[in-house]
């Protein structure tokens, strides 16, 4: 990294916390980087480095922005948004954490960073699709950070959680989380891929952030993209391999009145084209996102040899 900060990040003596963060997004804006690991707009993504690099809390508010940091700590600032810049580093791996849920996570490049609609899903138990008082057992495939599986522990009372991750590195990031958040006694992580690693269990909802990204699009991504692993995106050719395997052992892993919940983002329209006469129920989210489909035991089990023939 450069001893100085970049031109771009001109700021006026005595700036502020505010002028700072306008510092921050103009220069986001003229650099045309990418938001799309948590972060609506450059605003948005300024606001969170500045903050993060001045250790202030964001329910402090308008007073935060009133304030006048010492010159260390405005070069510390303008050293992480030349970062977001020049390295186009997702935010949240340079602060080393993200949101999901309202819950705080640990973040690197072993995982990427959560970003999904699944935690509306989360907070609201559900409901309607399911009970969430009857929902005992969890199966979270692909667990990442965890995110996932921790959330349905913080919010789902009772709920044991058995959380599948392919990627050792991945796991140590995940275990950091569990411990991090208390939750030990009641999520569990499994090394291995997809059902491996549960055999013949069986749970009452299963969720699913698998990779999701065709081979084509891969080399499309916006650079912030790949920075995240490989392996949590990238889905063969028409980004839907690790969906069809899914589909397609779901039905003999849930109990009876069990659900599958899957998001495969943009892969929506080619999952459709691909089992044209299965009944996925595409949910809508009030704060935004999409690409997430519901499926009960009796649909997948309905269905299941068209599955099975595609997996």
Known sequence: MADSPPHEFEVPPGATVLDLIRTGAVAFER????????MANAIDEAAALVFHALDLEHT?????????????????????????????????????????AD?????????????????EL????????LRAGEIRRVLDIGTGSACIAIACAKYLEGVTVDAVELSPAALEVARHNVAKHAVGGRVRLLQGDV??????????????????????EMSELPAEYRHEPDLALRSGIDGLDVTRRILAGAA????????????????????????????FLWLEFEHGGGGVFMLTREDLARHRHAFCSQA
């Open 31 to 38: 650099a045309g980087l990418c938001y799309g690991h948590g």
């Open 60 to 100: 402090a508010g308008a007073a935060a922005y009133r304030l006048r940091p010492e010159a260390a700590d405005v070069e510390r600032v303008l050293r992480l948004l030349a970062s977001r810049v020049e390295r186009r580093v997702p935010a949240a791996y340079l602060m080393g954490r993200m949101w999901f």
């Open 103 to 119: 819950l705080e996570f640990e973040v690197d490049e072993r995982v990427i960073v959560p970003r999904s609609p699944f935690a």
């Open 122 to 129: 989360i907070m609201a138990g559900f409901e309607p699709w």
């Open 195 to 216: 059902y491996g690693p549960v055999a013949d269990q069986r749970y009452d909802l299963i969720v699913a952030n698998p990779p999701y990204v065709s081979d084509s």
């Open 252 to 279: 003999q892993h849930l109990e009876n009145g069990g659900a599958l919940f899957v998001e495969v983002g943009d892969s929506e329209e080619r999952l459709q084209q691909a089992f044209p006469t299965v009944p």
